[in-house]
């Protein structure tokens, strides 16, 4: 089973760029769908984007489409998220996921079955 270690979070400001990674170990990423997903306090963990096995297809939530941009390098075995013009409702802390069992890349939590312990972003404004 694969193991996943998120980084490069921090503290920007309003309008900021910051690029998370997800390093993957203990598989082969390729086989997996790989999402991003997020959880401010006092809230419900929420979906933030989605990417396929092979990179072919992305989904993005309404909140960070045209900010944000997920990819990955199954070489390398990593997954990144590409945030612009950050806002302080992206405030959170940020998960990388993994899915190997379904055919069709999710967007919903409960499909996902490997977990990152979590970065957290900050943006003050």
């Known amino acids: 089973q694969v193991q996943l270690v998120e980084s490069g979070g921090g503290l920007v400001q309003a309008g900021d760029s910051l690029r998370l990674s997800c390093a993957a170990s203990g598989g082969t990423l390729s086989t997996y769908h790989m999402g991003w997903f997020r959880q401010a306090p006092g809230k419900e963990r929420e979906f933030v984007a989605a990417?396929?096995?092979?990179?072919?297809?992305?989904y993005y939530a309404d909140s960070v489409k045209g900010r944000f941009t997920i990819s990955r390098d199954n070489a390398k075995k990593m997954v990144y998220l590409q945030m612009n013009s950050l806002k302080p409702e992206d405030t959170a802390a940020y998960y990388c996921a993994a899915e190997r069992l379904g055919l069709l890349l999710s967007i919903r939590e409960y499909d996902y079955e490997y977990w990152g312990q979590g970065t957290q972003v900050t943006v003050s404004s």
């Open positions: 990417i396929s096995k092979s990179g072919g297809v992305t």
